[in-house]
């Protein structure tokens, strides 16, 4: 099983700053990495796909980066409506898919 | 519009059995696979099995194995996710969500979820 890790597990940022998420695979997943976002009380919503296609309707602030083992996510310009949980999956061998333990992007 | 309608929220007790549904619409039903994902309050995200309703091929976790089963009624583009011999740590929002094909298994749609308490 591939196990996911994310850092930091929160991430205290102003809105209009940047914010940098990382993801880590335990081993290769070559670009088969997805992101999502989770608000409270919300199911999550799939942001990133293939490390770097932007789901529908998701817009240009964010970004995904990366290959093999280690993977960024973007947000460029922190918006109210981004704080949230943001969580990484590996789509590249399974079962099982598997999901990173999520970063909370709160109000600094 | 992509619409998973799940039922509702169910309240059980050890050693029971849950069947929870999704309803969906707005696309091709057989050309889609399903998954499901579950959520323990405050927890992260885990993946429990897959249904391609073009086929009815399935695949389960191993932790889970033996205790889940997917299915399908493609006569109205349904899917149902039964587990049985529950514990406590099976409490849990459980998420119906939609994937492309079989080796693009990322969820582009989920239900609005199903809060599944076990509790004696």
């Known amino acids: 099983e591939i196990v996911m890790t994310q850092s930091p597990a929160t991430l205290s940022v102003s809105p209009g700053e940047r914010a940098t998420l990382s993801c880590r695979a335990s081993q290769s997943v070559s670009s088969t990495l997805a992101w999502y976002q989770q608000r409270p009380g919300q199911p999550p919503r799939l942001l990133i796909y293939g490390t770097s296609t932007r789901a529908t309707g998701i817009p240009a602030r964010f970004s995904g980066i990366g290959s093999g083992t280690e993977f960024n996510l973007t947000i460029s310009s922190l918006q109210s409506e981004d704080f949230a949980v943001y969580f990484c999956?590996?789509?590249?061998?399974?079962?099982?898919?598997?999901f990173g333990p999520g970063t909370k992007v709160d109000i600094k | 519009q992509v619409h998973l309608v799940q039922s509702g929220g169910e309240m059980t007790k050890p050693g029971a059995s849950v069947k929870v549904s999704c309803q969906t619409s707005g696309y091709n039903f057989m050309m889609y696979d399903i998954s499901w994902v579950r959520q323990a309050p405050g927890q992260g995200l885990e993946w429990m099995g897959w249904?391609?309703?073009?086929?009815?091929?399935?695949k389960y976790s191993q932790k889970l194995q033996g205790r889940v089963t997917v299915t399908t009624d493609t006569s109205t583009s349904t899917v149902y996710m039964e587990l049985r011999s529950l514990r406590s740590d099976d409490t849990a929002v459980y998420y119906c969500?939609?994937?492309?094909?079989?080796?693009?298994?990322?969820?582009?749609?989920w239900g609005q979820g199903t809060l599944v308490t076990v509790s004696s």
């Open positions: 999956q590996q789509y590249s061998s399974w079962p099982p898919v598997t």
């Open positions: 969500v939609r994937s492309g094909t079989y080796y693009n298994l990322y969820f582009d749609s």
């Open positions: 249904i391609s309703p073009y086929n009815g091929d399935t």
